[in-house]
T-cell receptor, first 113, second 113 residues
Framework: NAGVTQTPKFRILKIGQSMTLQCTQDMNHNYMYWYRQDPGMGLKLIYYSVGAGITDKGEVPNGYNVSRSTTEDFPLRLELAAPSQTSVYFC????????????FGPGTRLLVL | AQSVSQHNHHVILSEAASLELGCNYSYGGTVNLFWYVQYPGQHLQLLLKYFSGDPLVKGIKGFEAEFIKSKFSFNLRKPSVQWSDTAEYFCAVTNNAGNMLTFGGGTRLMVKP
């Protein structure tokens, strides 16, 4: 049982490039989330999904897109990378809604230059 | 808007010292409260949570937290810290109105051996 896995672990992007951050969970959780973590700012919710085919915006969705075609996968897409997107990105999943324990992946460190 | 404040950004303690990390929130209604911890190089993981009942909650590794409704607080405590408690600690809050989980800015704890 791997839990929540994320790839890549680290990536450097040039301004304007695009990339997809991968997230997979093997716990059959309905809820999945993408957060970004900036120093001293805690975790900010980017997007979340309550099940396959259903996604919704979080607190800071601008510049990102998501899709949820399967229960297991929840990729995060950056279309036009900007320096402001330099951050650590965490994917998480939970069995149920906001009051349930969230299980986090190891994070992806992204640097946009 | 809902918010969570962790007033201590960095804490340095010697082993065996007592720990108290502050967490205050601004939410209406019934709340669900969490402390998550991120050890160096590891995933963010749940330390403890409060939903209802006894306001003094015990978590893993000897940690506990007390929910004081009148003070909108959920402070984390440990009577005697160990070097292995060195980590970043995050308070998080949601409420029964279905609001997303909101994280505080985190507190970095360093325990000196």
């Amino acid at each position: 049982n791997a839990g929540v896995t994320q790839t890549p672990k680290f990536r450097i992007l040039k301004i304007g490039q695009s990339m997809t951050l991968q997230c997979t969970q093997d716990m059959n959780h309905n809820y999945m989330y993408w957060y970004r973590q900036d120093p001293g700012m805690g975790l900010k919710l980017i997007y979340y999904s309550v099940g396959a085919g259903i996604t919704d915006k979080g607190e800071v969705p601008n510049g990102y897109n998501v899709s949820r075609s399967t229960t297991e996968d929840f990729p995060l897409r950056l279309e036009l990378a900007a320096p402001s997107q330099t951050s650590v990105y965490f994917c998480a999943s939970s069995r149920g809604t906001w009051g349930e324990t969230q299980y986090f992946g190891p994070g992806t460190r992204l640097l946009v230059l | 808007a809902q918010s969570v404040s962790q007033h201590n950004h960095h804490v340095i303690l010697s082993e065996a010292a007592s720990l108290e990390l502050g967490c205050n929130y601004s939410y209406g209604g019934t709340v669900n409260l969490f402390w998550y911890v991120q050890y160096p190089g590891q995933h963010l993981q749940l330390l403890l949570k409060y939903f209802s009942g006894d306001p003094l909650v015990k978590g893993i590794k000897g940690f506990e937290a007390e929910f004081i409704k009148s003070k909108f607080s959920f402070n984390l405590r440990k009577p005697s810290v160990q070097w292995s408690d060195t980590a970043e600690y995050f308070c998080a809050v949601t409420n029964n109105a279905g609001n997303m989980l909101t994280f505080g800015g985190g507190t970095r704890l360093m325990v000196k051996p």
